[in-house]
């Protein structure tokens, strides 16, 4: 019950403060890996090549959903910038829901930049069922299909190094990012710009995504001080033979 | 409609939330779970059109490595049909899955290995920054650490292994988790109260 309670103050913190972001002007320390991702849009619509994006293989149905939704929101502002591109975004996924999302996400930015009459709902891709079958289908599509950027948010795992490798041998840049160790380890090293961490699910507010999204980066730096005071006060306590 | 969508998808998120806090609504959770399963099966053969119909596409309009698309759909479907006819514990489908699938899919772990490694050497090109640096350090310790080297192992890399992996690695890996966490609960109500709606085509 108390799980249910820190969640509902939460939730209502997250709701006031969408309120008031609304009003405010948004201010976010540099990310690295985001400027890429903001210059790379720019250079996919510049130069008529496409972006993938792909959101991992994390069903919907298990815990592993947060990470393949924060793709998601990524997913649907990136389908809106580069939409009017010669070559339409590629999402591709190893999840059948997930990429019925996809599809959906995609159609909705489309929608959003008034070019709906140009979405084709073959650029929503299942690739696969298994991990790496997921990864040997959406090799193909960083190879073949004059892919500028390739863009990895979601759940993955140790198949995101053939992806990276892919991606390396076609000198397209890559910018990961995931919830799983292994992957995000992995794309430390095999992307040119990693994102760490909470890092994933900043991202669709560093594109611009609306005020519940940067509310949501303000409920969890709350969040965060507050574990840290916590863990803090509780290390003092126990020294001190408090508890 | 899509106002209609979204109330339905709030509620139903709303009720598997308080469901599994509360154990009155706790039947009404498993319900509403197990629609969600059964839908997730219905997704998996709309995935398996998208993968046919994306793969015809490939080969209607000779796009480079149409060969391997058709190879593709001529081993998808000849391996539906003989599930269809034979069943999925006849010997034909378990020799498909054991001398096909799964030796593939190890063939494809192996490759790991070699790209792991190329990944670690090229990292140092890429990004010449402190991180960098002690990543590669990081990964060269935990591996002399864990093999057995030619001239017999030595302790002082064993034990530094150990306390890297059950210290630095472990406190490092909860700051992260910690984060991924508090972004999944903040993604996760956003979803739930239709600020985010991955779903309606809007």
């Known amino acids: ?243 | 409609m899509r106002y209609f969508i979204a109330a339905i998808a709030v509620a139903s998120g709303l009720l598997v939330l308080v469901g599994y806090f509360l154990p009155a609504l706790a039947n009404v959770e498993m319900i509403l779970l197990n629609w969600a399963m059964i839908l997730a099966g219905a997704a998996m053969f709309l995935g398996i059109f998208n993968l046919i119909s994306v793969h015809s596409e490939k080969i209607r309009h000779r796009e480079k490595g149409n060969l391997y698309s058709a190879l593709l759909l001529i081993a998808l479907l000849g391996t539906f049909f003989l599930g269809f006819i034979l069943g999925p514990d006849n010997i034909s489908m378990r020799i498909l899955l054991n001398g096909i699938i799964l030796p593939a899919e190890a063939m494809l772990m192996g490759l790991l290995a070699v790209t792991l490694l190329y990944a670690a050497i090229r990292l140092l090109r890429r990004r010449v920054n402190i991180m960098s640096v002690i990543f590669l350090i990081s990964a060269l310790l935990i591996l002399i650490g864990t093999v057995t080297l030619p001239l017999g192992n030595m302790p002082i890399f064993g034990a530094l292994r150990s306390w890297m992996t059950n210290v630095l690695a472990v406190g490092g890996a909860r700051g992260i988790l910690m984060g991924v966490v508090l972004g999944t609960l903040t993604t996760g109500l956003r979803v739930l109260f239709g600020m985010d709606r991955p779903y309606g085509g809007k």
Do not use: C
């Not at chain 1, 930015?109 to 696969?128: C, D, M, N």
């Not at chain 1, 299909?145 to 490798?165: H, I, K």
């Open chain 1, 1 to 243: 019950m108390t799980e249910l309670v820190i969640i509902g103050l939460v939730a209502i913190l997250l709701l006031v403060l969408t309120l008031w972001k609304r009003r405010s002007p948004q201010q976010f320390r540099s990310i690295p890996a985001l400027a890429s991702l903001i210059r790379a849009i720019g250079l996919s619509v510049e130069d008529g090549s496409r972006l993938h994006i792909s959101v991992g293989h994390g069903s919907l149905i298990t815990p592993r959903s947060g990470s393949g939704l924060a793709g998601l929101a990524m997913l649907r502002h990136l389908a809106e910038r580069t939409s009017s591109s010669d070559r339409p975004p590629v999402a591709t996924t190893g999840d059948p829901a997930l990429s019925l999302l996809a599809q959906d996400t995609l159609q909705a930015g489309y929608s959003a930049a008034g070019a709906e009459e140009l979405f084709v709902p073959t650029t929503g891709r299942l690739t696969g069922m298994s991990p790496f079958g997921f990864a040997a289908g959406a090799m193909p599509v960083i190879r073949d299909e004059r892919v500028s950027a390739n863009v990895l948010m979601g759940y993955f795992g140790p198949e995101s190094a053939l992806l990276t490798d892919a991606a390396e041998q076609e000198n397209v840049i890559t910018i990961g990012a995931s919830d799983n160790l292994v992957a995000q380890s992995i794309l430390f090293a095999g992307s040119q710009d990693a994102l760490i961490g909470e890092e994933l699910y900043a991202s669709s507010a560093y594109l611009g995504a609306g005020a519940a999204h940067t509310a949501s980066l303000t409920v969890q730096d709350i969040l965060r001080w507050l574990i840290m005071v916590t863990l803090l006060l509780s290390a003092v306590a126990k020294f001190m033979g408090l508890i």
